[in-house]
């Protein structure tokens, strides 16, 4: 299967723990998006890579969001001292070209903060 | 900021029935698309849309792109219970930025 990837599907965690998910992008899509999603919403934009260039970040991503893409094929995202709002559906989409372009998601992390 | 509204936000039908679920915005998209998502799974495309009054069509499921490429509205015929999900239609307006809909949960009752 050579579809989007992400790792792990489920995630729980005590407050004020640090947690890091992966993404593996189809492997030609030079573009990566983080998104995240509450029950019955759409998915809310975090953040994106063009390649390993991080170029826009949203503000939903606070100072305790990192995400990194060090050699333009998978990326990690840590949200550090984790707090119970941060339970959420975590997805990863790619796609393959620039400007506007169909994004194909992968399974998605849930992260439950206890 | 560019929002995508769906309506209705819920809907539930008898297997059999037919069903419209729209997508409108102020804003004028590129292209749009299409997402089915399952509980505890990400969304699957079902289809990308990108001329306006381009109509689409997937099966039982009937796409259609406004004109002035604002909105958008999926038709599905003879529903039937694997077509519950969530329903999410998202706009490509920007050179990089998707919006995506508020969500239609759809639930067929056999």
């Known amino acids: 299967d050579t579809g989007v990837s992400q790792d792990p599907r489920h995630k729980i965690t005590k407050r004020g723990q640090n947690v890091t998910f992966r993404c593996d992008p189809i492997?030609?899509?030079?573009?990566l998006y983080w998104y995240r999603q509450t029950l019955g919403q759409g998915p809310e934009f975090l953040t994106y890579f063009q390649n390993e260039a991080q170029l826009e970040k949203s503000r939903l991503l606070s100072d305790r969001f990192s995400a990194e893409r060090p050699k333009g094929s998978f990326s990690t995202l840590e949200i550090q001292r984790t707090e119970q709002g941060d339970s959420a559906m975590y997805l990863c989409?790619?796609?393959?070209?620039?400007?506007?372009?169909?994004?194909?998601f992968g399974p998605g992390t849930r992260l439950t903060v206890l | 900021t560019q929002l995508l509204e769906q309506s209705p936000q819920f809907l539930s039908i008898q297997e059999g029935e037919n069903l419209t679920v729209y997508c409108n915005s102020s804003?004028?998209?590129?292209?749009l698309q299409w997402y089915r998502q399952e509980p505890g799974e990400g969304p699957v495309l079902l289809v990308t849309?990108?001329?306006?009054?381009e109509v689409k069509k997937l099966k039982r499921l009937t796409f259609q792109f406004g004109d002035a490429r604002k909105d958008s509205s999926l038709h599905i015929t003879a529903a039937q219970p694997g077509d519950t999900g969530l329903y999410l239609c998202?706009?490509?307006?920007?050179?990089?930025?998707?919006?995506f809909g508020t969500g239609t949960k759809l639930q067929v009752i056999p």
């Open positions: 804003s004028v998209f590129s292209s």
């Open positions: 998202a706009g490509s307006g920007g050179y990089q930025k998707v919006t």
């Open positions: 492997s030609e899509h030079n573009r």
């Open positions: 989409a790619s796609s393959l070209r620039e400007g506007a372009d169909t994004q194909y």
């Open positions: 849309v990108v001329t306006g009054g």
